[in-house]
């Protein structure tokens, strides 16, 4: 019997990434960089010919969700967009207005509720850094977003004329530098690692149970917590649990067109 096989993708500011699950079982992620795609410089891979259906979420900007949606399209894919809701499967939005949130943020907390069924945080370290609280009763409770590391270097390049280094120098270090590219590297970082140690202790005040890290730099946020769970792929796990729409072909291939 042929397995049943599903694309997953996040499509991010950064990098593309995706992965082909076959019968449930996730294969390795692969990775394009973003603007691979706004140059047109991708080439289709054999491995979404004949797929069952795809999911994916988007905070890439138009330009890259329509070359997915024509794409799917060509290929007679099924597909569904990931969309922020007030709430979906047992998981309560805080925002007024759902759509102002990022879908990646909305997807990563659904991964999160559904693994675990409890209070979570999650932190999702890119280009800036997210963090969203999730109580028992999978109300989100609200969340942050601020810089992340080389946004705050970027920062500092643009607002401050006199400090320059070297961008090449990079560590995981916080001690105080001896060079200006060490205080510079080691200054972010210290600023992140201190948001970090506040962020164990509220968790606690809150009675949150887990701390979920994704993201680019998560690895390097793992350094500086004692209690927190690496998961470096939570918003393609999230993507599994949204509904495909149960539609004929003629309806889906119209509702498709649409998107």
Not at 54 to 59: E, G
Not at 151 to 167: F, I, N, P
């Amino acid at each position: 019997m042929k397995p049943i096989t599903e694309l997953e993708l996040d499509a991010g500011n950064t990098f593309i990434k995706w992965r082909i699950c076959r019968d449930g079982v996730a294969e390795p992620q692969q990775r394009w960089f973003t603007d691979e795609i706004r140059c047109r410089s991708v080439q289709i891979p054999a491995e979404w010919i004949g797929l069952d259906s795809a999911r994916y979420v988007s905070v890439a900007g138009d330009e890259v969700n329509q070359w997915l949606n024509q794409t799917f399209q060509r290929l007679s894919i099924p597909f569904i967009t990931a969309e922020v809701h007030s709430e979906y499967q047992g998981l309560k939005n805080a925002y007024k207005n759902p759509e102002q949130m990022g879908a990646d943020r909305w997807v990563a907390m659904l991964a999160g509720w559904q693994k675990l069924q409890s209070s979570f945080c999650v932190v999702d370290a890119g280009s800036a850094i997210t963090i969203d609280w999730v109580n028992h009763q999978g109300q989100h409770l609200g969340g942050y977003i601020l810089p992340g590391v080389a946004m705050l270097k970027k920062s500092l390049l643009g607002q401050t004329a006199k400090v320059r280094w070297d961008e090449q120098h990079q560590t995981t270090r916080i001690a105080p530098g001896k060079s200006t590219a060490e205080c510079v590297e080691h200054g972010c970082r210290y600023q992140i690692a201190a948001l970090m140690k506040q962020l164990e202790r509220d968790c606690k005040e809150r009675h949150i149970d887990k701390m979920l890290v994704t993201g680019g730099d998560a690895f390097d946020l793992m350094a500086w917590l004692n209690d927190a769970e690496y998961h470096p792929l939570l918003v393609l796990d999230g993507l599994k649990y949204l509904d495909m729409p149960t539609l004929d072909d003629n309806t889906l291939a119209k509702k498709q067109k649409e998107c």
